[in-house]
C-alpha cells in the first residue's frame, strides 16, 4: 500500500489486524527517535496526544480508510506494508517510484542524525518494488562489500578463570568464585585478545539476521546469507543499540562506522521490532519536516562552510523577573547575516499579496530578526510539480530601526531527475535564494 502525507486509502482488507497494528505502532512511538521531531509547535490536541503517548504516524477512519500524516517512510507489520511518500511527489502523473525513493535517500544522506552511506551508482540502476527492501539492500550491499575485503578484528575483553595468570587479575570475581569455592589455584582473570569474535561483528550479525527475516526479495536475502557466511564464527547473541555506544572503531575504519551507524539505527527505537526473535515488523518512519529542514542545513554547511552556519540556534524573546522566558529557536542561522526558516507547506497565490505565508509565521520571523538583530530574514518552502506560488519580499518598517526588516519568501525545488549531478544542480538553485550564496 502507497499512501502520500495526508492522503488516505482504503484499509478494508486489514481491520481484522488492526487493534495489533495500532498497539505495534503505539510502541514504536514511545520510543521514537526524539531528535527528529518537527519544530513546528504542538496544538492542543497533539499535546494531549502526547500526554498519552498516542502513536501520530497515521489516523484510522471510522470507514474504514488509513490516513497518512507528515511521517514518510516504511512500516511493516504482520503481513501490512505501507509506504508513505512525500506530499510534494502527489501531483506526479507518472508515479514514478523510484524517482521518489532515490531523492529520499539523497535529502537522508545529508541529514545528520539518519546517516545512509550508499552510491546513487549502486542504487539507481536497480528497481525495487518497495521503499523497505531498498533500505535493506543499502544495509545488505555496504556492509558485505566492506567485511569481505576488511574483516575486522579487535581487542575484546575477556573474563575467564584460567589455571596461570593471563592479564590482569580480578579479585572480585576471584575472592567470589575461587578463593570461597576452594579452587584458589585458579585465577579469574580479565584479558583482551586480538579476536574475529568481537561486539562489532556481534552487532552485524544480529542486524543482518533480523533484516532477513523482514526482506522478501532475493537479491537482499542473497546478500544478507553471504554475511552470515562470512560471520559464520561469530557468536550468535542478541545485540542494542546501546552495544553500539560500547564499540571502539580505529579511524582507520571509517566505512565500518558507517556500517555502526546503520545497526545502531535499525536496533534504536523499534526500527527493527526486538520483542520477537521471528518477528518481521519494520518500522522507518521520520516527520518530513525534519528532512526538508536538516537537508538544506547540511547541504549548505557542507558546500559554504566559511559561512559558520548554525542548526537549530536556540535564544529567548524576553525577559521577565530577571529569567529568560519565550524561547525561540532559528532553523538555520548566519550570524549576523541571514536567518532561513524552513516551512515544510504547500504555498498557492490564492490570498493575493500575502503569496501564500500564513500570518502567524511572518510574526514569527518579524521576532527572531529583532531578537537576533538582523534585517535579513528567508522563509523557503519545498516548490511542487504543480507549484504557482511566486517569490515575495515583505519589508517591515518601524520608527525603532534604521532600515526595513526584509523577510524574503521563496521555494525551492529539491526533486532531482538525475542524482549523479544533484550536488551541482542543489548548489545552483540555492545560490539563487540570496547574495550570501553567490
Not at 134 to 150: C, G, H, P, R
Request: hydrophobic share 40%.
Amino acid at each position: 500500500m502507497r499512501l502520500f502525507e495526508w492522503h488516505s486509502d482504503s484499509f478494508a482488507g486489514h481491520q481484522s489486524k488492526l487493534p495489533g497494528f495500532v498497539n505495534y505502532l503505539s510502541g514504536v512511538w514511545q520510543n521514537r527517535n526524539r531528535y527528529v521531531e518537527s519544530t513546528e509547535e504542538l496544538t492542543e490536541e497533539e499535546q494531549q496526544e502526547e500526554k498519552i503517548q498516542r502513536q501520530r504516524f497515521f489516523d484510522f477512519t471510522i470507514d474504514g480508510k488509513i490516513s497518512a500524516r507528515n511521517y514518510v517512510g516504511v512500516v511493516q507489520y504482520d503481513g501490512i506494508r505501507v509506504e508513505v511518500y512525500p506530499k510534494i511527489f502527489a501531483d506526479d502523473e507518472a508515479e514514478n517510484t523510484k524517482l521518489w525513493q532515490l531523492n529520499m535517500l539523497y535529502w537522508l544522506s545529508y541529514c545528520r542524525k539518519v546517516k545512509f552511506p550508499f552510491s546513487f551508482a549502486d542504487v539507481s540502476k536497480l528497481q525495487f518494488d518497495d521503499f523497505l527492501e531498498l533500505l535493506i539492500y543499502i544495509f545488505a550491499n555496504f556492509t558485505e562489500d566492506v567485511i569481505s575485503n576488511q574483516p575486522f578484528q579487535a581487542y575484546q575483553t575477556v573474563g575467564e578463570e584460567t589455571p596461570f595468570l593471563k592479564g590482569r587479575i580480578s579479585f572480585e570475581e576471584y575472592t567470589k568464585n575461587n578463593l570461597t569455592t576452594g579452587k584458589w589455584q585458579n585465577f579469574y582473570c580479565n584479558h583482551e585478545p586480538f579476536v574475529y569474535d568481537n561486539l562489532f561483528n556481534r552487532i552485524v550479525k544480529y542486524v543482518t539476521k533480523r533484516l532477513l527475516a523482514v526482506s522478501e526479495n532475493f537479491l537482499n536475502q542473497e546478500r544478507l546469507n553471504e554475511i552470515l557466511f562470512i560471520l559464520n564464527d561469530v557468536s550468535d547473541i542478541p545485540c542494542s543499540a546501546n552495544d553500539c555506544d560500547k564499540v571502539k572503531l580505529n579511524p582507520l575504519f571509517a566505512e565500518h562506522k558507517h556500517i555502526l551507524d546503520l545497526c545502531r539505527l535499525y536496533l534504536s527505537n523499534q526500527v527493527i521490532d526486538l520483542e520477537d526473535e521471528d518477528s518481521n515488523n519494520f518500522c522507518f518512519l521520520l516527520p518530513m519536516e525534519y528532512i526538508f529542514e536538516d537537508f538544506i542545513f547540511g547541504f549548505v554547511s557542507d558546500k559554504w562552510p566559511a559561512l559558520n552556519i548554525r542548526s537549530q540556534s536556540t535564544d529567548y524573546l524576553a525577559l521577565s523577573k530577571g529569567s529568560s522566558v519565550f524561547q525561540i529557536r532559528n532553523d538555520i542561522y548566519i550570524p549576523d547575516k541571514l536567518i532561513i526558516d524552513t516551512k515544510y507547506k504547500i504555498r498557492s497565490n490564492n490570498d493575493g499579496l500575502k503569496a501564500g505565508v500564513a500570518q502567524s509565521d511572518l510574526y514569527q520571523m518579524i521576532s527572531y530578526a529583532l531578537r537576533r538583530n538582523c534585517r535579513n530574514v528567508l522563509l523557503l518552502y519545498p516548490a511542487t510539480v504543480s507549484s504557482s506560488a511566486i517569490d515575495a519580499t515583505f519589508a517591515i518598517p518601524s520608527a525603532m530601526l534604521s532600515e526595513n526588516i526584509e523577510i524574503d519568501v521563496r521555494n525551492i525545488n529539491i526533486v532531482f531527475n538525475n542524482l549523479q549531478n544533484a550536488d551541482m544542480t542543489m548548489k545552483s538553485r540555492i545560490t539563487t535564494l540570496n547574495p550570501l550564496f553567490h
